[in-house]
Nanobody, 123 residues
Framework: QVQLVESGGGLVQAGGSLRLSCAAS????????MGWYRQAPGKEREFVAALSWSSDSTSYADSVKGRFTISRLYAKNTVFLRMNSLKPKDTADYYC????????????????WGNGTLVTVSS
């Protein structure tokens, strides 16, 4: 099992950037695929980005492709989501997730979840 804690959310103007971080506990972090999801007010949670356990495969939602980048630092048990050119429609709670049996191409939900960090993009 793995515990996940997100940080880095906040208020940013449209066109700005933020980097979200997710610290994972557990000695098997390197064996988990990692992902980011988001949930806007009144909407269902949606897939944003995923990274395979070996970092050789990534996938992104069409709405963020070219603007967001997922990465991980194995030595720090941390996964990041760099968000550039933010838009008001990117406003949401962002959740980090992990799964030890996952293919990023599927873009489905993962097994373990953090509690989320709020990103608000003002126009």
């Amino acid at each position: 099992q793995v515990q996940l804690v997100e940080s880095g959310g906040g208020l940013v103007q449209a066109g700005g950037s933020l980097r979200l971080s997710c610290a994972a506990s557990g000695r098997t972090f390197s064996m988990y695929a990692m992902g980011w999801y988001r949930q806007a007010p009144g909407k269902e949670r949606e897939f944003v980005a995923a990274l395979s356990w070996s970092s050789d495969s990534t996938s992104y939602a069409d709405s963020v492709k070219g603007r967001f980048t997922i990465s991980r630092l194995y030595a720090k048990n941390t996964v990041f989501l760099r968000m550039n050119s933010l838009k008001p429609k990117d406003t949401a709670d962002y959740y980090c997730a992990a799964d030890d049996d996952y293919s990023p191409a599927l873009k489905r939900a993962m097994e373990y979840w953090g509690n989320g960090t709020l990103v608000t993009v003002s126009s």
